[in-house]
């Protein structure tokens, strides 16, 4: 039986290989262990700088300078985001690229090493390259491209700062790009994956939502009804709108996501399904949203000319004809629903937990308690995720983790404009507007959406489901589901969407359909990323090390 390998006070692996190397023309001491690689120079212990194998991307050396047969990696051409020109080494050298993590992002870098002896060279490289064969990390991609995306930048990004990570890091790739809306969907419901560590997206949210519908709509081999649950990791490369999934997994940076994706660091994340009369509509990743931000979306579509900036003009046009939408929310909770609210970071003990069997769909998907309200409401939103943004650098719901299990209900009652201005200020100041008293928060399973004009024959909810229903509303008694009186205006109005009804805003597509019944599915995904770093003190709010304003 092998011994286990002995580790020092710092808790990395004793050197597996030690020598002696030039770096910026002073003599350095290199170690090389199973889990790192470290250097210092000669005399100095305390300038030690070391590197996680894990943030090593890549090891290269400029082409010949190795023997005959031996395996010899060619230094690619840098990526715009790397600001270390390799140098000219005539051969004598070999270069190890690794990530490094500077606020919120990460930066490719690159150390060059220097021996005279080329003999000795290659020893290491070969070393170096077996421990990261040793890596789990993905060797081939499926990439998808959304050229008309966001600002129609994504060719561009992923040409300039996307391929030259994958072909430094020796990933094998198939290129594809979405000629229409569905593209990507249909693609990924058919194609044969055989072969494929991953998906890469690059583009926005919208694009994303293809890819994982796509992917946990795929038939299951023996035909069997499973519960959601994508076949591969999903990477994003930022590109378009707003990018709230990036933002929420990492940042919503190219090089960052790239880099991410070529270290095969992924996370689990729950999904939400959105269901109207018991018939699958979609699946949501981040957020889904009624009322104001749902006619935020509808009237933006006919401004896509206006590229990001539809979103503005046509937010600032709805606000001055912002209207509440009366109807009824029914919720099921769970226990722990009360527990307290801890931050969602890189390596938050929340998403890195053990998976638990009865968090999964065959059993108790439907324990818990079932609760109502009734509005009017300006808003009924459920998040996945933050959803961190430009707009809102905190998120829409900071509560919220990759995977919690939970689907994070947040309900705003009919209240004057500018108290509704007060609650979109705090969003995107990063000020938790869940104390606002128009404003309430919920940890939900389950809920579903019943607005006013579909009257009491039309309802979603089963019998059973009314039985349970517990009000948390004062105007309703004895906890029974009460559907609202139909009106005149369902009764003249055609089936479908009602005058009186708003559109719901998934993930940055329309679903006109008001009445829809919404479960979570939790870890049906794993996406490329880390999650959300931490920031050190003195860092910029973005995570880019720039200093800030002080906070008013």
Not at 91 to 103: I, L, N, P, T
Not at 206 to 233: F, I, K, V, Y
Not at 257 to 269: K, Q, S
């Amino acid at each position: 039986m092998p011994q286990p390998q002995a580790v020092n006070q710092n808790g990395a692996s004793h050197p597996i290989r030690q020598g002696y190397f030039q770096i910026n023309s002073v003599r350095h001491k290199v170690s090389i262990g199973e889990n790192y690689v470290a250097w210092e120079p000669e005399g100095a212990p305390d300038l030690r700088h070391a590197v996680r194998l894990c943030d090593v991307v890549a090891v290269s050396r400029p082409a010949g300078g190795g023997p005959r047969g031996s395996s010899v990696y060619q230094v690619p051409v840098a990526p715009p985001d790397c600001s270390i020109p390799a140098p000219n080494t005539c051969g004598k050298a070999f270069a190890v690229h690794y990530a490094e993590r500077v606020g919120r992002r990460w930066k490719l870098r690159v150390q060059h090493f220097h021996q005279k002896n080329i003999a000795l060279l290659q020893p290491w490289v070969d070393q170096l390259q077996s421990l990261l064969n040793g890596e789990q990390r993905p060797r081939r991609l499926l990439v998808i491209i959304n050229p008309t995306c966001g600002s129609r930048k994504a060719p561009n990004i992923y040409t300039k700062k996307v391929q030259p990570i994958f072909t430094l890091a020796g990933v094998q790739t198939e290129v594809v790009q979405t000629t229409h809306a569905g593209h990507a969907l249909t693609m990924l419901r058919r194609c044969s994956l055989h072969g494929q560590d991953g998906v890469v997206v690059v583009g926005g949210d919208g694009t994303l939502m293809e890819a994982l519908n796509g992917l946990l709509t795929r038939p299951s081999p023996d035909g069997s009804d499973r519960p959601p649950c994508a076949p591969l990791p999903i990477g994003v490369i930022p590109a378009g709108s707003t990018d709230a999934v990036c933002g929420s997994v990492g940042t919503a940076d190219p090089v960052t996501a790239a880099l991410l994706i070529v270290m095969g660091v992924t996370r689990w994340v729950d999904v939400c399904s959105l269901r109207t009369a018991g018939q699958l509509l979609r699946y949501s990743l981040s957020m889904i949203t009624y009322g104001f931000f749902g006619d935020v979306l509808q009237d933006s579509e006919k401004l896509r000319w206006l590229g990001p900036m539809r979103y503005n003009v046509a937010g600032a046009g709805r606000f001055w004809r912002s209207r509440a939408y009366r109807g009824s929310v029914a919720f099921r909770t769970a226990p722990g629903a009360m527990e307290p609210h801890k931050p969602c970071f890189a390596d938050c003990d929340v998403c890195l937990r053990e998976p638990v069997e009865a968090e999964g769909e065959t059993q108790g998907q439907n324990d818990g308690e079932w609760h109502r309200v009734s509005g009017p409401f300006l808003v009924v939103s459920s998040a996945n995720v933050s959803c961190r943004c430009k707009i809102t650098p905190e998120g829409m719901c900071p509560r919220a983790h990759l995977s919690d299990g939970w689907a994070h209900l947040i309900l705003v009652r009919q209240t004057s404009r500018a108290n509704f201005l007060r609650y979109m200020y705090r969003s995107a100041a990063g000020k938790a507007p869940f104390d606002l008293p128009f404003v309430e928060y919920y940890r939900v399973k389950e809920f579903e959406l019943l607005p006013e004009s579909t009257g009491d024959d039309q309802r979603l909810l089963g019998e059973a489901h009314i039985n349970l229903a517990m009000s948390v509303d004062s105007t309703a008694a004895g906890g029974e589901w009460r559907a609202p009186e139909r009106t005149a205006a369902a009764d003249t109005a055609p089936a479908g969407r009602r005058p009186l009804d708003s559109v719901w805003n998934c993930d940055g597509e329309v679903v006109a359909d008001p009445a829809v019944n919404l479960r979570v599915h939790p870890r049906a995904i794993r996406l490329f990323g880390r999650g959300v770093e931490r920031l050190e003190e003195g860092s910029g709010c973005c995570g880019c090390g720039r200093r800030t304003k002080k906070q008013i």
